[in-house]
């Protein structure tokens, strides 16, 4: 009876260990699901993060009317403060008129001084950094004023009252331009070091005016205290007398000038004509000379506009067809001198009517206009994006301001006047600029570039995420073409013909490189290898032509051993001994790389690969991102190839072998065929690994931004960049959420590769798989 009841008790303890073990499955299932789902949702996050930040980039601008405001007098010149709070207006008779924005009316007002019977003839700014804005008089006088805005903030810095006025940098006299009271209407003027420079047509001439400080009768029987009486009386609060110190005239028909402009610090000057001719004047120690001659091509249309973009390098030049074109000097690079000529670069169109004003931003490059039907438009010169075009009014537009904030733009027409809001923080940017060739400011021709910060305040962002990418897979390249093949062949030969004891020191000797920390190896990189490779870069070179004649020598004479002899030498071990002879030619290279450079390069390989090659050198380059970025990648894809070789089952080995194959033909016919699942995995993975890497790079590759398949230059990637420059990027700015944009190409280009090479692993395991 005792045996039926053992029966029983062992089906009641194999049921309870079978429930046991059901739950134990169901647990693993779920956590491990969990796991899975948990991974999929950080991925995801982490992907909408990026995109949340980046997606400011490409927001739809705001630009809209907030205020018409009723009838009002028509004014020469207009401006605002930064918050858009007050505003400044000057009419023809000289009455300075201080308004609020917010409904256009008038809260004070003044009277400039002008000369007796003089009127305001023309207004023309300076350059928009400086502020300076010139009334031209009737009497060919100049008086220069300057707009200043004082803020108060409140107590609890909630709230702040903007009060304008009006200062006058030089003196509230006019200054004579025109002897001979002839109207002042077309003129420019540039601020320089307490000195106003002024082009002005005359009389069939073109005059270039410098006005200066007049000095004190101290300064001039001071001898040697003259400099310091002259300081003195900048610095003092009594009215500054300015005399003019320069004045030139140049033969020309100013009958056919229409408008007149200085830039670049004054060192050129344009002159437009009626013809559509540009002028271009290279201006020398106070004396303008005649530099070339552009004509601006316009097809059954005229120059009806013309500003300068901030900064003064660009001309933007409005045409009677409703068209704005951008025109800079650029640079010859086919001559020898130092020479330049004004070429137009783009254009935007605002609509069919003749563009009436255009007025840059005072912090971007870009600019406002408006034409003779109304339409007001804002534009981007290097994104080449139009923001925005409207209708603000059913007359000409006849004056524009644009606040320096870019917040508010204050439309004046014939017929009316009205503020409209404008929010775009990102202009600068477009799909085209991040990846497309752009035509900057000052350079030869169209580019791939990335230069984020500048300590210039008319710096013109250049944000191409081109050469960023091309680095980034410049650099996994030449890692892939180290670390693949060794890392291949090695793992072929670990697991095929070494032997199975040697196996169990070589392969955890090698995975253990996976625990080097990679901010190591790029310091090493960095500091030791990148020096010692350009102090031996014969021997480099001709290492990579010895080793190979070294290792096929060895294999001859290898073969040509008895087999008796050979036999001695345990099974796998033969390649240990090919160590010293690779060694030995490694010391050999290294030894005779002077020998080689006195030779065969003059003794200097990188004066001779700069100017007999034309291959450019750096110290830092992509050989040693290869080496020491191979060297990283080479311990994953070595582990997971191998794994995959060993893993092939063993009766599809033996039975090729039993078949009459050799061990290479059962390697490359049988094993490889099945393992490459496992090993394209490996590649793609050592792959990945190369193109997220941070530190190597950063540390290795002296992050130019170049555009260059050069194994001797260096280049900047994505991980690099933004590891590089997060730190120093303003928050919220367009270089901020440009950096995240990278961060998501990254992120989109790794989850690509690994899609691809997911698709293609597993219709290599199908194809495979029934072997």
Not at 213 to 235: F, H, I, K, R
Not at 549 to 567: A, M, S, T
Not at 668 to 681: D, K
Not at 687 to 714: D, H, K, P, Q
Request: with cysteine.
């Amino acid at each position: 009876m005792s045996k039926p009841e053992r029966v029983r008790l062992d089906a009641a303890t194999m049921a309870a260990l079978d429930r046991r073990r059901r739950l134990k499955d169901k647990i693993a299932n779920v956590t491990i699901g969990l796991g899975g789902v948990f991974v999929v949702l950080a991925i995801t996050l982490i992907f909408v993060y990026l995109l949340v930040e980046s997606w400011p980039l490409f927001k739809k601008a705001e630009f809209d009317r907030a205020q018409t405001y009723a009838a009002q007098q028509q004014a020469v010149w207009v401006d605002m403060d930064e918050y858009n709070q007050t505003g400044i207006r000057i009419l023809p008779t000289g009455e300075v008129q201080y308004f609020m924005v917010q409904d256009g009316k008038t809260t004070s007002s003044e009277q400039l001084v002008l000369p007796a019977g003089a009127t305001i003839s023309a207004v023309q700014r300076s350059g928009v950094l400086q502020g300076l804005v010139g009334l031209g008089l009737s009497n060919g006088q100049l008086l220069v004023v300057k707009p200043n805005y004082s803020v108060d903030v409140a107590v609890d810095g909630k709230s702040k009252t903007v009060t304008p006025s009006l200062s006058f940098p030089y003196g509230t006299d006019a200054l004579t331009i025109h002897d001979n009271q002839q109207p002042l209407t077309t003129f420019a003027l540039r601020d320089d070091d307490h000195s106003l420079q002024v082009l002005a047509t005359g009389t069939n001439q073109l005059l270039w005016q410098r006005y200066e400080v007049q000095q004190t009768e101290a300064s001039e029987e001071g001898g040697g205290l003259g400099l310091m009486s002259a300081m003195d009386d900048q610095d003092s609060d009594a009215p500054k007398v300015y005399s003019r110190t320069t004045n030139m005239a140049l033969t020309t028909n100013t009958e056919a000038v229409k408008y007149l402009v200085l830039g670049q610090g004054a060192r050129w000057a344009y002159v437009l004509t009626k013809q559509n001719d540009i002028a271009v004047f290279k201006i020398t120690d106070d004396q303008p000379v005649l530099y070339q001659t552009v004509n601006a091509g316009l097809r059954d249309a005229n120059i009806s506009a013309v500003a300068p973009l901030q900064g003064e390098i660009s001309l933007l030049v409005g045409d009677s067809k409703g068209h704005i074109s951008q025109w800079f000097l650029v640079r010859d690079t086919n001559s020898v001198e130092d020479k330049f000529h004004l070429q137009k670069i783009r254009s935007f169109s605002l609509g069919t009517a003749a563009i009436t004003t255009i007025v840059p931003e005072a912090k971007r490059k870009g600019f406002v206009a408006g034409d003779a039907q109304g339409n007001i438009g804002y534009f981007y010169t290097t994104s080449e994006r139009t923001i925005g075009i409207h209708s603000a009014a059913k007359a000409p537009i006849t004056t524009l301001a644009i606040s320096a904030r870019s917040e508010g733009i204050f439309v004046q027409a014939a017929d009316s006047a009205s503020f409209w809001s404008l929010h775009t923080e990102h202009p600068d940017i477009s799909m085209s600029s991040a990846w497309g060739k752009v035509w900057y400011e000052s350079y030869p021709e169209p580019t791939y570039t990335w230069q984020s910060t500048s300590g210039n305040a008319d710096f013109e962002g250049k944000l191409s995420l081109m050469p960023l990418t091309f680095g980034t897979l410049k650099a996994a390249f030449y890692a892939m073409l180290l670390a693949a093949p060794l890392a291949i062949l090695g793992a072929m030969y670990t697991a095929v013909f070494m032997s199975p004891t040697l196996r169990t020191k070589v392969k955890p000797a090698i995975e253990l490189m996976q625990a080097l920390p990679t901010v190591i190896l790029g310091f090493l990189a960095g500091l030791w290898l990148a020096p010692a490779i350009e102090t031996n870069l014969p021997g480099i070179i001709s290492l990579l032509i010895v080793t190979p004649i070294v290792i096929l020598l060895c294999g001859f004479i290898w073969v040509q051993i008895p087999l008796e002899k050979r036999n001695r030498i345990p099974d796998g071990w033969a390649p240990v001994i090919l160590i010293a002879p690779i060694l030995l030619a490694g010391w050999a290279s290294f030894a005779s790389s002077q020998t080689i450079e006195l030779q065969f390069f003059g003794g200097d390989i990188r004066h001779w690969l700069t100017y007999e090659a034309g291959i450019k050198f750096d110290q830092r380059n992509s050989l040693i991102v290869g080496l020491a970025m191979g060297f990283a990648v080479i311990a994953p894809i070595f582990s997971i190839a191998e794994d995959a070789l060993f893993a092939v089952p063993r009766h599809l080995t033996n039975g090729s072998l039993a078949l009459g194959a050799t061990q290479w033909q059962t390697l490359t016919r049988v094993v490889l065929p099945t393992a490459s699942p496992g090993i394209f995995s490996a590649v793609m993975i050592g792959f990945g690994r190369a193109v997220g890497e941070t530190m190597i790079v950063l540390m290795a590759t002296g992050n130019t931004a170049v555009m260059e398949w050069n194994i001797f230059e260096g280049m900047r990637t994505l991980s690099a960049n933004v590891a590089v420059e997060m730190g120093e990027a303003e928050v919220g700015s367009t270089h901020f959420r440009v950096l995240f944009l990278s961060a998501l190409v990254l992120f989109i280009l790794t989850f690509i590769l690994n899609t691809v090479a997911e698709v293609v692993r597993s219709r290599l395991r199908k194809k495979y798989g029934s072997l």
